[in-house]
């Protein structure tokens, strides 16, 4: 009888990608995926530890997970990702019915590990590597369509931001073979999609051998003008002239970049040990502008780190205003542990002044977000087609080189074509239009 196993990914993109990873070993091994949970053999919960909120999340997560082994005594519960790197044997002892602790690393060694508790009632694997790519394994796509893919480039990051944990629960920065990234960007125009994103924590540092990311990014380009190459996401210290110089020769590099600043104060970028200076920032936007006017812009925001004065905080706001994203992802800082920022600064901005900061950057980037859009009215936009629209089956939706969502009325068109739409209304997150010919 065939054994079945379910994942339920939390976090970031590169917990999807690595998810699509496991399935794939999984899948190997003789292992059958089910979309049901209740009738899985094997549970797994690929996890997030950037911010405390995300792992209250899981952890809550598991509690109703655990109650399932009540009725079915035999199902085994997978701990994988971030959470299992950093809390490691601690899972087990504070979550009794927890069988499997994996970290990012050790994905290889599950199908071992699943036969292993047939003799044993546990077992812990979170060895980091300094070699681990998964590169020879072909993920298999979980995304919900058809046209667009992740492709994880490099694993890891040791940049240290003094907030982060990712350095510590996904370990020194590795990048794979070219080689293999290209072969994969190429099975997968091959079979139809028509997107794909390089992702990387700190993705524009790639460099294997002689091969650096801008000269990755014009492989991937190489492959078909028809295939749209993304990428997520850049760190500013790393965003050389080379790469916006490939980027404006290749149309089909989408003209969209998420380079997070974090804070709009110099003070404060040197606390979180950012590693660039606000001045370096607005040269690499200004870069940007020169080299590729009709790019769109995206950031991170963190409001309320450690000492962030009143002063600190309408910096942010400043550079906010004068970027302009289309998009942010804003949070409150959320204390780490083992992080630099944790062992030796006082989170001493009250939880209050940080949610109101975090309210009004907020209300401050919904609007950058609607002008954005609503300079858009009028003009036509090449949009890849994704698929229905979840409002209505007679509306389509798609996006744009700029990375924003296009919503239009359905005719002919199939997900994977490309057609021209001319944009006639907006929302702060949506465009609206009409297909032209
Ligand atoms: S660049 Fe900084 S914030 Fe991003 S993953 Fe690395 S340490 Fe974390």
Known sequence: MYKTFFIETYGCQMNFADSEIVHSIL??????????IRKADFVFINTCSIRDHAEQRVLNRLQEVQSLKKKRPHLIIGILGCMAERLQKQLIEKNKNVDLVVGPDAYRRLPEMLNSLSTQDKAIDTLLSTEETYSDIEPIRLSSNRVSAFIAIMRGCENYCAYCVVPYTRGRERSREARTIIHEAQVLFD??????????????????????FADLLALTAQINPLLRVRFATSHPKDLSDKLLETMAQYPNICRSIHLPIQSGSDTILQKM?????LAWYKDRIAAIRRYLPDCSL?????????????????DTL??????????????????RPDTYAAKHYADNIPEDVKSQR????????????????????GQTFEVLVEGVSKRSTTQYIGRNSQNKVVIFSHTDEKPGDYIY???TDCSAVTLFGQRIE
């Open 27 to 36: 899948v190997n091994v003789g292992y059958v995926p089910t979309m049901e």
């Open 358 to 377: 975090l309210a009004h950057v907020i209300d401050f980037q919904q609007q950058s977000s609607l002008l954005s859009n609503q300079r858009d009215i």
């Open 273 to 277: 040990n950012r590693k660039y200076t």
């Open 298 to 314: 995206s950031t991170d925001i963190i409001v309320g780190f450690c000492d962030e004065t009143e002063q600190d905080y309408k």
């Open 318 to 335: 400043s550079l906010m205003q004068e970027v302009g994203y289309a998009s942010a992802f804003m949070f409150k800082y959320s204390e």
């Open 191 to 212: 079979q139809g999609y028509r997107e794909v994103t390089l992702l990387g924590q700190n993705v524009n540092s790639y460099r294997c051998d002689t091969v650096d």
């Open 421 to 423: 739409v001319r944009i």
